[in-house]
């Protein structure tokens, strides 16, 4: 168990657009990794930097799937890691597999079905904490209408950093896979890893 420390942390609380304006962009500014964990993992579109203004384009050119980017990543070295609960969406996994790199071994992804934590930890320097899932309309780029109504913070306090990477290793190598009462309702345990 981590310990309990009462500490004064900086922080920023996030609503809504906010989840895209600044995790997204720092998951797509990322250097060395991106660590997320969510219980829902589907497909989500981001704003495609290669869209030149001014040109007339479609309803949907001006976006492109986050595994295009993260297929990016991937070629520049960053490490890529998502920790979910289920299986992901069909949308997700088309746009995967449509990634060679990244279906080549360029993201690692692991399944523990009691993952609900909704966390996003950037080149180990920020952490997003927080309700929004990785889909659409937690994290994407959706119009306020279609957005879900969600809230968490991000800081750049690296002790808390370091609790929530410590937390979230902990799960990924299966370090509460022994005592877990899911464990035999579970596809592959992450302890077996």
């Known amino acids: 168990m981590l310990p309990r420390v009462t ?3 900086p922080l920023r609380i996030l609503c809504d657009r906010e989840h895209y304006d600044d995790v997204m962009q720092a998951v797509l500014g990322a250097e ?6 969510t219980a829902n993992l589907k497909d989500l579109m981001v704003e495609d930097p ?3 203004p ?19 990543l991937a070629q ?22 449509a990634q060679p790199e990244l279906v080549a071994g ?14 996003v930890i950037v080149d180990a320097g920020l952490v997003y904490l927080g309700s929004a899932n ?6 994407g780029a959706k119009g306020d209408g279609r957005r879900n109504f969600e809230m968490g913070i991000v800081t750049s306090d690296e002790q808390t950093i370091d609790q929530v990477q410590e937390r979230y290793n902990q799960i990924w190598q299966g ?16 302890d077996q890893l």
Request: net charge positive; with cysteine.
């Open 134 to 139: 990785w889909t659409g309309a937690g994290l």
């Open 175 to 190: 370090a509460e896979c022994a005592n877990c009462r899911l464990r035999n309702e579970c596809e592959m345990p992450l």
């Open 106 to 119: 360029g993201i690692e992804m692991r399944v523990c079905p009691r993952v609900h934590l909704k966390t």
């Open 50 to 52: 290669r869209v030149v």
């Open 54 to 72: 001014g040109r007339r384009r479609g309803r949907r050119s001006n976006y492109r799937s986050v595994l295009e980017a993260f297929a990016e």
């Open 7 to 9: 500490r004064s942390v």
């Open 76 to 97: 520049r070295g960053v490490e890529l890691r998502i920790l979910h609960a289920s299986a992901p969406s069909r949308a997700f996994r088309r746009s995967f597999d």
């Open 32 to 37: 060395q990794s991106v660590w997320v964990a």
